[in-house]
């Protein structure tokens, strides 16, 4: 990974899906510090400039890599399979009405505790998804990846709402 920053040595973290998080925090502040504005300052306004455009690249490549759900989306977009807005995860009523019940038990409730639960139960599912997805990259199966993906949106926007649910204090 981070080998599309082209003139860094390509090299350290392998193209899985699966990745120690804690290597690619290490990588990425070996990268931003090699391409720290000091160490460029007495270079050509040209070199200075290239320096900046990597180290926007490095920040992007970092944040796409980062979580499990715009990993997924970048795995996918590199084999060439695109997730339309809305439609495809309609293909599953049972987990349409799933998610559909989670909304409304999350709209419905007054309680701080029922708001944790519901959490702690998307985070579940977004962990089990997460390994379904890392199988389903590794065995090649797109197909199955993409319906992953179209859950993994779902429970990934439950999660935001709950995290805003906590913060607001219900
Ligand atoms: C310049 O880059 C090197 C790595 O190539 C790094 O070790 C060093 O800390 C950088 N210097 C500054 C001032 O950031
Ligand atoms: C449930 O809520 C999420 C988060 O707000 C939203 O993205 C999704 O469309 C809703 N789905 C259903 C079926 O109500
Ligand atoms: C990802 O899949 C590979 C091979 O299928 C497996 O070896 C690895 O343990 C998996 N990683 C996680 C975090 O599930």
């Not at 990993?71 to 049972?94: H, N």
């Not at 992953?148 to 649910?165: C, G, H, P, S």
Request: aromatic share 6%.
């Amino acid at each position: 990974w981070l080998v599309y920053c082209k003139h860094i040595p390509a090299s350290s973290l392998e193209h899985t899906f699966s990745l120690d998080t804690q290597r690619l925090q290490k990588r990425y502040v070996e990268l931003q510090r090699s391409l720290h504005p000091d160490n460029f300052s007495q270079k050509s306004s040209k070199e200075q400039e290239y320096s900046e455009e990597q180290s926007a690249l490095v920040n992007n490549a970092y944040r796409t890599l980062q979580k499990p759900l715009s990993r997924a989306v970048y795995m996918l977009e590199l084999r060439g399979v695109l997730l339309e807005e809305g439609t495809d995860a309609a293909a599953d009523p049972a987990f349409l009405l799933e998610v559909l019940e989670i909304n409304e038990s999350l709209a419905e409730t007054r309680s701080q505790d029922e708001v944790s639960t519901i959490g702690r139960s998307v985070r579940e599912k977004l962990k089990d998804l997460t390994e379904r997805m890392n199988s389903s990259l590794n065995k090649g199966d797109l197909l199955t990846a993409k319906e992953l993906l179209a859950q993994m949106k779902y429970f990934t926007n439950i999660e935001e709402k709950v995290k805003d649910r906590i913060t607001e204090g219900c």
